[in-house]
């Protein structure tokens, strides 16, 4: 249950099919969005998607949706189904599903490939369910799926923008004019202007991954969330795009290497050993970031402290107020002009 009992800045469809104070979803993040994370994202007024594929089995992501519960105090909060990397035979994404069926988790946000196999069971349990897409056509397919929100990221986001690299601001007005269900626009996005600018263009929320890593609930080490807030708009590199697999991530010895095997033509199986998940569990753990593909958009440069997610939204709700009285005070009244 939201903290705040005071009424949030805006009513959108998404904060209706949420049921959220702010527009904003604190999209999945792979090993981070645990029940702390998602819990405090709850709190604090937002929605939070639990990483099903940080979790060890089916029964393990059963437990945690069961502490998220404890955590938050009610049923409300989400599961992140990510189909990316694609899935292998033991990850069993059709339990996985099931597991969200059975404990009655409200709402779910696919990625990274079409979810058609899994509707019929997210339907017939009255899941709410959002797919996240990379470009308009995805935006245009999961809208005919039948899905309930579609969420479209642009190229600064953290994770896997599309190849071309269309940007938030076409990606947020393109979204808007063409797909008629409830909308969500990610990528880049980490003050409260920006949310205001977002809503303006014609979207119902906002997906928000890389200005939350710092939030204190996120369990990755202090020292990473140092680096993070020290960093700026400059600090991601772009890899995999010659394996149709774009990532954004953190800068570092990791992402030099891969550029230099896929300018010399390595494929997927000489890249595992350099990309593959543990590597960034692993630099979470210690805080050295040196090794690991680890996933950060361009909003890295917004995150400037390391504090309760609940502060974080505060600030952002009075960027978001400051942004909505500047326009005010912009705005040519016509009976002024007359
Ligand atoms: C560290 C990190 C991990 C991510 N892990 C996932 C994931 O497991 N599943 C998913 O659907 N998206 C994942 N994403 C993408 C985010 O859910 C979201 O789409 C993206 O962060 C939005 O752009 P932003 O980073 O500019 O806010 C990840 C992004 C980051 C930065």
Not at 19 to 36: E, K
Not at 313 to 320: G, H, K, V, W
């Amino acid at each position: 249950m939201a903290e705040h009992a005071a009424p949030g800045p805006f009513r959108t469809r998404i904060t209706e099919l949420f049921g959220i104070r702010l527009p904003i979803l604190a999209a999945g993040l792979q090993w981070i969005s645990d029940a702390s994370y998602v819990s405090a994202a709850v709190r604090a007024g937002t929605m939070g998607f639990i990483t099903a594929r940080s979790f060890a089995s089916p029964d393990a992501v059963r437990d945690e949706i069961r502490r998220c519960r404890d955590l938050c105090g009610s049923d409300r909060f989400g599961v992140n189904l990510s189909m990316l990397p694609v899935p292998q035979p033991h990850e069993r994404m059709e339990e996985l599903v099931e597991v969200i069926a059975e404990e009655r988790v409200p709402f779910v946000e696919t990625a990274g490939r079409n979810p058609q196999l899994h509707l019929p069971l997210l339907r017939q349990a009255g899941v709410k369910h959002m797919h996240k897409v990379p470009t308009l056509r995805h935006a245009l397919s999961a809208q005919k799926l039948g899905v309930d929100a579609v969420c479209l990221v642009g190229a600064e986001a953290g994770g896997h923008p599309a190849a071309d690299l269309v940007g938030t601001l076409v990606q947020a007005t393109l979204l808007a004019r063409a797909i008629t269900i409830p909308t969500v626009i990610g990528g880049g996005i980490g003050t409260g202007e920006q949310i205001v600018a977002a809503l303006a263009l014609g979207v119902d929320g906002v997906a928000m991954g890389t200005r939350f890593l710092v939030a204190e609930e996120a369990w990755a080490h202090r020292a990473y969330k140092e680096r993070l807030v020290a960093a700026d708009e400059t600090a991601t590199a772009l890899v995999m795009q010659s394996l149709n697999n774009t990532s954004r991530a953190l800068a570092n010895e990791t992402t030099r290497t891969v550029a230099q095997m896929e300018r010399e033509g390595a494929g997927l199986a000489e890249l595992m050993p350099h990309i593959t998940g543990k590597l960034g569990r692993a630099a979470y753990a210690s805080g050295d970031a040196t090794h690991g593909l680890i996933s950060l958009g361009q909003a890295v440069t917004f995150a400037d402290r390391i504090e309760p997610f609940a502060a974080i939204t505060a600030r952002l709700e009075e960027e978001i107020a400051a942004a909505l009285a500047r326009l005010d005070a912009q705005r040519c009244d016509a009976a002024s002009l007359a």
